[in-house]
C-alpha cells in the first residue's frame, strides 16, 4: 500500500511538474510581448540587448545538479524577478507612460499575476519534495541596486533590463520544469489524472 | 648678474604700464575672492568676487571683465564687460552665464580682471570646472528639460581610444561637431512637444544615452479669487497651453508664497481670514521651463458665492420649499435666492431674499402639476456670483376642479356629434375621472378617451341644447353649452383659399348675428372625417388655422359659424389646400376622333375631385405629328369646356395626343397618350358617288315597276301597233337570168300621214336577198337598234314558245296610217310598200296588247323570212292556256 500511495503522489507531482512547465512556457511569451511593447513605448532601439551583469543572481543551473536544488534556485530566481517587477513598476510611475499605455499596462499587470501564479506552482513542487519546513526563511531577494536617483533614461534602460530578466528566467523555468518531466510535454487531462500509470503499478 | 637684475626691473616694469598703470596715480590691483560655482542642472556657471580695492579710488564706474575659456585650448566661449556700482555696500559681485554646451562636455575655465576707462587690471587667475571623463560613451546634458522651438546641444564623451559611430536623437541619426579630445557635440531643434516618457538620445548604442523632456513653461491666466465659506480663499484660473510635461516636471503653484496642494490644476484652497478688506492675491506657476506670476485684487468679503443651499424639501400641499445653509455663518447674510421651477421642460425661475433665507412660498403653480425645484442664493449686498444650485427637488401639487370644455358639433343628417377637445393636462388640474352629457331630462356619463356624443333624434324642441361637463377627484367643471339648430344649416358656395406654411389665413365678413364670436371648423372635403374646430372672440374676423392633421395635397372644406345666443349659424365656406401639389390622379379615357377632313374632337374624363391634389385652371392638350414629334403644339382648355375640345385646322396626319391639367403648382395628371391617323377626303367622296348611283338605281328600279305595272298606258303612247308590210310576189319582176328581181314602183301619192313624217329621217329599205334572205335592212344609222321591229307570226310551239309568222300577219295599212307614233322604220322606202300593202290587205291583231307581259321578247325566236311568203300578217295567237294569258 505504502508503495501505491508514494506512486499516485508522485503521479500528482508530474502533473503538477506539467502544469507549472506550460504556465512557464505561457509566461515566457507574455514577457517577451511585455518587452517589445516597452521597447516600443519608450522608442528603444530595436539593436537594443542588454547584457553585461545580470539583476537576478542565482548560482548557475548545472544538469549535475539535483531536481530540487534546480527547483529552488528556480524558484529563487523568479522571486528576485517578482520583486524587481514591483519595484519596476513602482519607479515607473516617476518616469510617466506613453505611447500605448493601455495595452502595456494590461500586459503587465498579465505577467505579474502570471509570476505569481508561476511562483505558487513551483512552491507547490518544492513542498512535494521538501515539505514547508524548506521555506523557513523565505528565500528574499538581495536588495537590487536600482537607479533611483539615476536619469530617467537609466531608470527605462534598468526597467528594461528587468523585463528582460523576466523573459531570461521564464524561459530557464520552462524548459528545467520540461526536462523534469518525464513526458516533456504539455500535460492532457488524462495524463494529469494518472490513471493509467496507476493501474499498470498495481500488476 | 647685475645685468640681469637690470633686465628683470625693466621688464616688470614694463609689464606694469601695459597692465595697471593706466589710471593716473592708480595701481588696478584686479578682482579679489574670485570663485566660481556651476549647475549641471542647468549648466550654469557662477561667479563670486570682491570688489578691486582700489576702486574706492576710482571716481567713475569700475567695469569687470569675465571671459569663459575651453580649458583644452584656451578657446574663448564666452566674454562680457560688467558693470558694477560704486555705492554697493558689500562690494561683493555675482555674476552667471549659461553654457549652452554642456558643462560635462569639457573643461571651462573662467577669469575677471577690472577695468577702468582703457586701464585694466592682470587677469584673475584660472578656475576651472572639470569636465567629465568615461570609460564608457555617455551622453550630457541627464535628464533635462528642453522648450519647444529651442536649440538644445548634447554632447556624447567617449572612452579612451573609443571612435563615435554615431548620435541619434529619438531614434534619428543627427550631425556631429568634433568639440575636443573623446567629447563631441550635435545641435537639436526642438521641433514639438515631447511624449511623457522622454526623447531618448543615444551615442554609438541604445545602451549609452541620455533622455530629454520637451514641453512648454507655464501658460496660466486669469486669475479670480473668492471665497465659499467665510473662512477661505479660493483662486480659480485658466492653465492655457499644456506645458507637456509630467511628474516632478509638471508646473508647481504656490498663493501668496504658499504652495498649493500638489496636483493643482486650475484652482488653489487655502484658508485665511476674510476681513482683511481688499488685498492682492499672487500665484506663482513654475515648473523647469520657467515660472509665471498672476495677480488679482479682491475684498473677500465682497467676492462670496454661497454653497449650494443642502436638504431641499417641497411640499406640494402648499406650494413650500424649504432647505438647509452647511455653512452657520450664511443666516446671518443678506441673501438673495433663485429658486427655479420645472414644469416638463418649462423653466421658470423666481427671485426671493431675505436674511439667511431658508424657506419660501411658491404661488401660482398650476394644479396636479409635477415640478423640479432647485435653489441656489448669492449676497444680496456686494453681490457677486450666484451660489451653486442645490440639488434638485421634485414634488406634486394638489388637484383642482376641470376648466371649462371646449364643445362643439358635426350634424350629418339626423344626426348630431357632440364633440369637446380632451382637456391638456394644464387644463385637466388632475386626472378626468368622466363626462356627463346632458341633453334635454338625459344625462350620460362617458369615460376618458371618449370625447364626443351622438345624438341621432333631434327633433323634440328640448334636444337642441346639449351640456358637457368634466369631472376629477375635485369635482365638476363649469358646463359647457351648445344648441343644436333645429333646421340644417343653409348651403353656401364656397370660396377658394390658398393655404400657407402649412396653415390657412382666414377672414371673413362680420356676421351681424355673431354675438360671441366664430367658430370655425374644417375637414376634409371628400373624406369623412371628425371636424376639428377653433374658436374666435367676438370683434375677430381672421384666424390662423393650423393643424397637424393637415396634409398636403387634400382639399379641406372650412366652415364660419357664427356664435350666436342660439345655435350657430353658418355664415360663410372656405375650400382649399394647405398646399396645393401637382395632381397625382390620371386623366382617363382621352380620345380623340376626327370630324371632316382637318378637324379632330378631343375628349377625356377629368380627374375626379377626391382625387384633385390643387385646383385644375384648365386643361392643356398637347400634340404633335407623330413624324415630326418635335413640332409639339399646345392648345388650352378651360374648365368649362367640359371634357371635350374640337381641334381644327390640323392637316392630314398621325398625331400623337395627351392632355395635362393645368393647376397653379404646373401640369400634371397627364393622360395616357392618344394616337390618331387622320384620312384624305377622297373616302368621301367615293362613299357619295356609291351612295348617289344606289339612289339612282333605286329611281330606275321604280320608274320600271311603275312602267311595267302601267305597261299598258305606257304602251299605247309610247309603242302603238305598227302593221307588218305585206310582201307580195306580184310586185317583183319575173326572176332574171342573173337571179334578180326588180320591185314594180309605181308613182303614187304619198298619204297624209306621210307627209307628217320628218323627211329627213326617212330610211331606205333596201331587200336584199344576198344579205339575208326576206331581211328588212334599216340603213338609216340615226334609228337606235332597239327599234328595229320585226313582225313575225307568233305561234306557240309545243315547247311553249311563240314564233311569228308573217304569213298570219293582216293589218289594214289605213289603221298603220292612223297612229300618231312614227315608227321610223317604216317611213322609210317601204312606205311606199306599205301603202301598196293596203290593198293587200293589213289585219292587225289587236289582241296582241293584252298580254304585255316581258318575257314575251325572252321567248321570241326569230323565224326567218321564207320566200314563199305572201304576206305581212302580225298575229298574235295566245292560247287560252297560256300563262301569259292567265
Not at chain 1, 152 to 159: E, G, T, V
Not at chain 2, 409 to 424: D, R, S, V
Not at chain 2, 437 to 454: A, C, S
Request: hydrophobic share 35%; glycine share 6%.
Amino acid at each position: 500500500m505504502a508503495g501505491t500511495r508514494t506512486r499516485r503522489v508522485a503521479g500528482s507531482e508530474q502533473s503538477r511538474t506539467a502544469r507549472a512547465a506550460a504556465l512557464a512556457e505561457e509566461l515566457h511569451h507574455e514577457c517577451t510581448l511585455l518587452l517589445e511593447l516597452y521597447r516600443k513605448k519608450e522608442t528603444f532601439a530595436e539593436e537594443l540587448t542588454v547584457g553585461g551583469e545580470r539583476l537576478v543572481t542565482v548560482p548557475p543551473l548545472s544538469s549535475q545538479l539535483s531536481p530540487n536544488d534546480r527547483l529552488w534556485r528556480l524558484y529563487s530566481a523568479l522571486q528576485q524577478c517578482r520583486n524587481l517587477l514591483e519595484r519596476a513598476i513602482g519607479l515607473e510611475e516617476g518616469v510617466g507612460n506613453g505611447g500605448d499605455r493601455a495595452q502595456y499596462e494590461s500586459q503587465r499587470k498579465t505577467v505579474r499575476d502570471r509570476l505569481g501564479h508561476l511562483l505558487a506552482s513551483t512552491r507547490l513542487l518544492l513542498e512535494d519534495r521538501a515539505g514547508t519546513a524548506a521555506f523557513t526563511p523565505d528565500p528574499k531577494n538581495t536588495e537590487t541596486a536600482s537607479p533611483v536617483n539615476g536619469s530617467p533614461f537609466a531608470l527605462k534602460l534598468w526597467i528594461y533590463r528587468i523585463f528582460s530578466e523576466l523573459e531570461h528566467w521564464t524561459l530557464t523555468t520552462s524548459r528545467t520544469l520540461k526536462a523534469l518531466h518525464p513526458d516533456g510535454a504539455t500535460p492532457k487531462e488524462s495524463r494529469t489524472r494518472g490513471r493509467p500509470r496507476g493501474r499498470r503499478t498495481r500488476r | 648678474m647685475l645685468v640681469f637684475l637690470l633686465w628683470a626691473s625693466l621688464f616688470l616694469s614694463s609689464l606694469q604700464e601695459q597692465n595697471g598703470q593706466d589710471a593716473p596715480g592708480v595701481l588696478l590691483s584686479g578682482p579679489q575672492n574670485v570663485s566660481v560655482n556651476y549647475d549641471l542642472k542647468d549648466q550654469r556657471i557662477s561667479v563670486t568676487w570682491e570688489d578691486d580695492p582700489s576702486s574706492s579710488r576710482v571716481p567713475d564706474k569700475l567695469i569687470y571683465d569675465v571671459e569663459v575659456l575651453l580649458t583644452v585650448n584656451m578657446t574663448e566661449v564666452h566674454s562680457e564687460a560688467v558693470d558694477v556700482r560704486q555705492a554697493l555696500a558689500s562690494r561683493k559681485y555675482h555674476w552667471s552665464w549659461t553654457s549652452a554646451l554642456p558643462l560635462e562636455c569639457t573643461s571651462h575655465s573662467v577669469r575677471l580682471r577690472s577695468r577702468y576707462q582703457n586701464y585694466t587690471s592682470q587677469w584673475s587667475p584660472l578656475l576651472t570646472i572639470t569636465g567629465r571623463a568615461s570609460t564608457h560613451p555617455q551622453v550630457f546634458p541627464k535628464s533635462s528639460v528642453v522648450q519647444v522651438d529651442s536649440n538644445f546641444t548634447f554632447c556624447c564623451i567617449l572612452g579612451p581610444g573609443q571612435r563615435l559611430e554615431y548620435m541619434k536623437y529619438n531614434n534619428i541619426l543627427m550631425n556631429t561637431t568634433h568639440i575636443i579630445d573623446q567629447s563631441y557635440a550635435m545641435v537639436v531643434h526642438m521641433q514639438s512637444p515631447s511624449p511623457p516618457s522622454c526623447i531618448n538620445v543615444y551615442c554609438n548604442s541604445p545602451l549609452y544615452g541620455t533622455c530629454v523632456y520637451v514641453g512648454y513653461p507655464p501658460g496660466d491666466r486669469n486669475l479670480v479669487c473668492e471665497t465659499r465659506d467665510l473662512e477661505s480663499v479660493e483662486c480659480h484660473w485658466d492653465t492655457g497651453r499644456a506645458t507637456n510635461l509630467t511628474k516632478q516636471r509638471m508646473t508647481r503653484y504656490d498663493l501668496n508664497g504658499r504652495a498649493c496642494p500638489n496636483r493643482t490644476v486650475s484652482n488653489c484652497y487655502q484658508t485665511v481670514r476674510v476681513d482683511q478688506g481688499e488685498r492682492n492675491w499672487t500665484l506663482t506657476a513654475r515648473n523647469p521651463l520657467g515660472t509665471l506670476e498672476l495677480r488679482d485684487t479682491a475684498d473677500l468679503k465682497k467676492r462670496v458665492r454661497l454653497l449650494a443651499p443642502m436638504e431641499v424639501l417641497a411640499s406640494g400641499v402648499n406650494a413650500s420649499v424649504q432647505w438647509q445653509w452647511e455653512r452657520p455663518q450664511y443666516h446671518i447674510l443678506l441673501m438673495v435666492c433663485q429658486v427655479q421651477l420645472n414644469h416638463s421642460g418649462h423653466i421658470d425661475v423666481r427671485n426671493f431674499s431675505g436674511i439667511g433665507l431658508r424657506s419660501v412660498v411658491l404661488h401660482g403653480l398650476a394644479p396636479a402639476q409635477t415640478y423640479t425645484v432647485q435653489v441656489c442664493c448669492g449676497l444680496k449686498q456686494h453681490f457677486w456670483k450666484w451660489g451653486d444650485w442645490s440639488e434638485g427637488s421634485t414634488f406634486k401639487t394638489e388637484e383642482d376642479i376641470p376648466e371649462m370644455l371646449d364643445v362643439w358639433m358635426q350634424i350629418e343628417g339626423n344626426q348630431t356629434m357632440i364633440l369637446w377637445k380632451p382637456l391638456t393636462v394644464n387644463q385637466s388640474h388632475g386626472q378626468i375621472k368622466d363626462y356627463e352629457v346632458t341633453w334635454g331630462r338625459q344625462e350620460t356619463i362617458l369615460h376618458p378617451p371618449q370625447n364626443d356624443f351622438l345624438i341621432s333624434d333631434r327633433s323634440t324642441d328640448e334636444g337642441h341644447r346639449v351640456t358637457v361637463t368634466a369631472k376629477n377627484s375635485a369635482g365638476s367643471s363649469l358646463p359647457s353649452i351648445i344648441i343644436i339648430p333645429r333646421l340644417p344649416h343653409r348651403s353656401k358656395s364656397s370660396m377658394k383659399i390658398v393655404g400657407s406654411d402649412g396653415g390657412f389665413n382666414l377672414s371673413w365678413s362680420a356676421s351681424p348675428n355673431s354675438s360671441c364670436g366664430y367658430v370655425v371648423d374644417w375637414c376634409p372635403t371628400h373624406k369623412k372625417c371628425r371636424v376639428e374646430w377653433v374658436k374666435v372672440p367676438a370683434g375677430i374676423t381672421r384666424a390662423r388655422i393650423q393643424s397637424a392633421s393637415f396634409e398636403e395635397g387634400v382639399r379641406y372644406t372650412l366652415s364660419i359659424f357664427a356664435c350666436t345666443p342660439g345655435a350657430p349659424e353658418l355664415w360663410e365656406r372656405r375650400e382649399g389646400y394647405v398646399k396645393e401639389c401637382l395632381p397625382k390622379g390620371q386623366i382617363q379615357r382621352l380620345a380623340a376622333e376626327q370630324y371632316g377632313s382637318d378637324t379632330v374632337l378631343i375628349s377625356w374624363t377629368a380627374i375626379p375631385p377626391e382625387s384633385q391634389t390643387a385646383f385644375i385652371h384648365g386643361y392643356i392638350i398637347y400634340y404633335c405629328d407623330t413624324s415630326h414629334l418635335s413640332s409639339m403644339r399646345i392648345f388650352n382648355v378651360t374648365t368649362d369646356e367640359l371634357g371635350a375640345k374640337n381641334l381644327t385646322g390640323i392637316p392630314v396626319s398621325s398625331y400623337r395626343f395627351i392632355v395635362k391639367a393645368l393647376t397653379s403648382v404646373g401640369e400634371g395628371g397627364d393622360s395616357s397618350p392618344v394616337f390618331l391617323q387622320m384620312n384624305p377626303q377622297t373616302d368621301q367622296l367615293i362613299t357619295v358617288i356609291i351612295i348617289s348611283l344606289g339612289s339612282a338605281a333605286c329611281l330606275l328600279a321604280l320608274v320600271t315597276i311603275l312602267c311595267y305595272r302601267n305597261w299598258k298606258c305606257v304602251k299605247e303612247n309610247m309603242y302603238p301597233k305598227i302593221p307588218k308590210p305585206v310582201w307580195k310576189e306580184e310586185w317583183l319582176t319575173p326572176l332574171e337570168s342573173n337571179g334578180r328581181q326588180i320591185l314594180y314602183v309605181d308613182p303614187c301619192q304619198p298619204s297624209e300621214i306621210d307627209i307628217v313624217c320628218n323627211r329627213e329621217q326617212s330610211g331606205e329599205a333596201v331587200l336584199d336577198n344576198n344579205a339575208g334572205k326576206g331581211a328588212l335592212t334599216n340603213t338609216n344609222s340615226d334609228v337606235p337598234a332597239l327599234h328595229v321591229y320585226y313582225n313575225q307570226l307568233l305561234t306557240k310551239t309545243t315547247s311553249g314558245h311563240f314564233t311569228f309568222s308573217p304569213h298570219t300577219m293582216a293589218t289594214p295599212f289605213s289603221q298603220l296610217s292612223g297612229t300618231v307614233i312614227q315608227n321610223p322604220s317604216y317611213n322609210l322606202e317601204v312606205q311606199a310598200s306599205l301603202d301598196m300593202g293596203q290593198s293587200v290587205g293589213y289585219e292587225p291583231d289587236m289582241n296582241s296588247f293584252s298580254c304585255p307581259n316581258p318575257e314575251l321578247h325572252n321567248t321570241m325566236s326569230y323565224v326567218p323570212f321564207e320566200t314563199d311568203s305572201r304576206g305581212y300578217k302580225f298575229q298574235c295567237h295566245i292560247e287560252d292556256s297560256s300563262p301569259l294569258q292567265e
